[in-house]
């Protein structure tokens, strides 16, 4: 019976080992089925397997091959393209080659609606964050996930966080010393709650994020609110001192 006749993934379970020989043998079979997709919970789609490991070899066999889609998910839990699985995993050069494909999409989303740029500024790799933007042409101040579900009627709301936002929280210093010079970075960008980075570093009590915001231009909301809340304060006191004396 052909290989490709048979129900168990070969060729999944051929990239899982890292075998290469028997990954170009398998796709040189004609009725061979390359799934964009892994079968169940045992077997990760191949080209997944491969990023996972790190395997840059297998990685460029299959692309090549031409039959994977390298912007679909993994079809398990995670359901995250090849580009953010390798970005969440610090592959650099398996990164710098799919940035290198016609047919990649840097924004393409994960499961929770995050870019390959945010993981890697959530995860403080700088490396990856540069790479991303200056080979990539990733977008500085897109809005992506990390769902909640709001107190109200319980659905799933994303944050629409920013790059900024995800290095700020995970308090990775180098990564917003990088993000605030970038060109066009929206230091002050809100998300879904309104929100700031800076807000998020206050929170997190990471003075060093919060002077290195502020030094690059972020907004204070706090301080410009109770600025704002003295100047009415005052403004209803002399109101009463003239009021007081008619």
């Known amino acids: 019976m052909p290989l490709a006749g048979r ?20 796709l040189a079979c004609p009725r061979i089925v390359v799934e964009p997709r892994g079968r169940g919970d045992i077997y990760p789609p191949a080209l997944i397997s491969a990023v996972w490991r790190g395997d840059f070899k297998i990685v460029k066999i299959l692309c090549e091959d031409g039959r994977v889609d390298v912007n679909a998910g993994d079809g398990g839990a995670g359901e995250n393209p090849v580009l953010i699985t390798a970005a969440e995993n610090g592959h650099l050069e398996i990164v710098r080659y799919l940035l290198r494909r016609r047919d990649i999409n840097v924004e393409v989303r994960s499961w929770s609606a995050k870019t390959a740029l945010c993981w890697a500024a959530g995860g403080g790799n700088l490396d990856m964050v540069k790479l991303l933007l200056e080979e990539g042409g990733a977008s500085v101040n897109l809005s992506c996930g990390c769902w909640y579900a709001p107190w ?27 993000l605030v010079k970038c060109e066009g970075v929206d230091i002050n960008a809100r998300d879904a709650l309104g929100d700031s980075p800076l807000d998020y570093a206050r929170r997190g009590k990471d003075k060093k994020i919060v002077r290195m915001l502020k030094d690059n231009g972020a907004i204070d909301r706090r301080y410009k609110e109770r600025r704002q809340f003295r100047r009415n304060l005052m403004g209803l006191k002399i109101f009463g001192c003239f009021s007081g004396h008619v």
Not at 7 to 26: C, H, K, Q, S, T
Not at 158 to 163: A, D, G, M, V, Y
């Open 7 to 26: 129900p168990l993934p070969f060729l999944d379970i051929a990239a899982e080992a890292g075998n290469a020989r028997a990954v170009r043998a398998l």
């Open 152 to 178: 109200s009627g319980g659905e799933l709301t994303s944050l629409l966080l920013t790059p900024l936002h995800f290095a700020a929280i995970g308090g990775h210093l180098s990564v917003v010393q990088f």
